[in-house]
């Protein structure tokens, strides 16, 4: 079918097969590749994205469920001038990444998360990011940059 | 991993919707939010020729306190329901589970008629909606029908749903005031319980410990003849079949079952 989404303000408008799902579709089709595959099952968070704001897993979206709408991926986040979003900024002074690969979905989810809790305590984030594994950090930093990129003291 | 190749159609209204499954239902699958039939599409367990999406039927997104019922439309949302000031004050117990389903990103998709209609025993809604004495309504080529929860859950991801039947609606009797607790052991936060425990108004609804959720009757009587709480919970595995696995041995979940229902008691008689 013809699927239209507008990925990070960019309409993309491809014909694909019915049974694309959206992480292949952004992907493969708009050329975006900071989304990753991980697990496939809906449970690392790797390939989180927004779908109108909202976090969701595009593993498990068909690109046709997300025809009409808008999507934001991690290469959506930056300023036209390659400064770094907050949270971005935030994930690397506080070194809350070691490989990177889950880095995208932590990212995004921490977007998500601090939409509905702007100040949210270490406990929260470590609740609001419980559909993000990482299999370096052991989440502490991570939590710290989530904490630093809604502006509040970081207490180790 | 990617579906087998199926026909994707959009509904715009219920009555195309119900219009698609009377011609195709044997055929078809009804795509809610997905985020339980997508993963089984992709493991290839359903491989339907048709998709009839009904996502975008915003008519059945609603939470409405009609009498002394708390209505739910089927397509209402997790992160949705958990927010939901109605069903907070009204069907406090519904509210708190669908905050517990998964985890935020599914919460954002998921929905509970879905949930309902894949008839999961390891899943938290259909256990709540057990304990909550709710009845599920059915839209058909007949018309309307209502189907009891407790008539529901027919076997392992099995419902008496026809082929060209949809979940509209589920309606519950209004908890106002009334105690509830839930309660649900998990390995990582995100996983489906190794067993869980929903209590609202004296009935006692089971996660997981058989091939469909269960009541825990035997639990319930023992209350109702006014055992103590202890007492009670000490026979919430009886008559249970739980699945017997290497990570949760059938007698592990049942030793979880009598310390989660000990605890959800508990929970009720304080809230």
């Known amino acids: ?156 | 991993m990617i579906p087998a190749s199926f026909q994707y159609t959009r509904a715009s209204t219920v009555d195309e919707a119900l219009a698609f499954l009377a011609s195709h239902g044997d055929e078809a699958k009804v795509l809610a939010g997905g985020h339980s039939l997508l993963p089984l599409m992709k493991l290839r367990l359903a491989t339907p020729e048709y998709l009839v999406d009904i996502g975008p039927l915003d008519e059945l997104r609603y939470v409405r306190l009609e009498g002394d019922e708390v209505a739910i439309g089927a397509l209402s949302r997790y992160s949705a329901l958990v927010q939901d000031p109605v069903l907070r004050e009204h069907a406090p117990l519904l509210a708190h589970v669908s905050g517990e389903v998964g985890d935020r990103q599914v919460r954002h998709r998921g929905t509970i008629g879905g949930s309902l209609v894949h008839a999961d025993a390891a899943a938290d809604l259909p256990a709540a909606v057990l304990a909550s004495d709710a009845v599920l309504v059915a839209r058909g080529p007949e018309g309307e029908r209502r189907i009891p929860a407790a008539e529901f859950f027919l076997g392992p991801f099995t419902t008496p749903l026809e082929p060209a039947e949809l979940l509209t609606e589920i309606r519950l009797p209004a908890q106002t005031g009334q105690g509830w607790g839930f309660q649900k052991f998990t390995r990582r936060s995100l996983d489906w319980a190794m067993a869980g425990v929903a209590v609202a108004g004296g009935r006692v609804g089971l996660v997981n410990l058989g091939g469909v959720p269960l009541r825990a009757m035997a639990t319930e009587e023992a209350l109702a003849a006014g055992a103590s709480i202890e007492d009670a919970a000490a026979l919430a595995a009886e008559g249970t079949n739980p699945p017997d696995e290497p990570h949760a041995t059938a007698a592990y979940r049942r030793h979880l079952a009598r310390v989660l229902t000990r605890r959800a008691l508990q929970a009720a008689s304080r809230s």
């Open chain 1, 1 to 156: 079918m013809k699927v239209s989404i507008e990925v990070n303000g960019r309409p993309v408008t491809e014909e694909v097969p019915d049974r694309t799902l959206l992480v292949h579709f952004l992907r493969d089709t708009a050329g975006l590749t900071g989304t990753n595959i991980g697990c496939d099952t809906t449970s690392c968070g790797a390939c989180t994205v927004l779908l109108d704001g909202e976090s969701v897993k595009s593993c498990t979206v068909l690109a046709a469920q997300a025809d009409g709408h808008a999507v934001t991926t991690v290469e959506g986040l930056a300023g036209a001038d390659g400064s770094l979003h907050p949270v971005q900024r935030a994930f690397r002074e506080q070194h809350g990444l070691q490989c990177g690969f889950c880095t995208p979905g932590m990212i995004m989810a921490s977007v998500s998360l601090l939409a509905d809790n702007p100040k949210p305590t270490r406990d929260e984030v470590r609740a609001g990011l419980e559909g993000n594994l990482c299999r370096c950090t052991g989440y502490h930093n991570i939590v710290s940059a989530v904490i630093d990129a809604s502006g509040q003291e970081v207490d180790r």
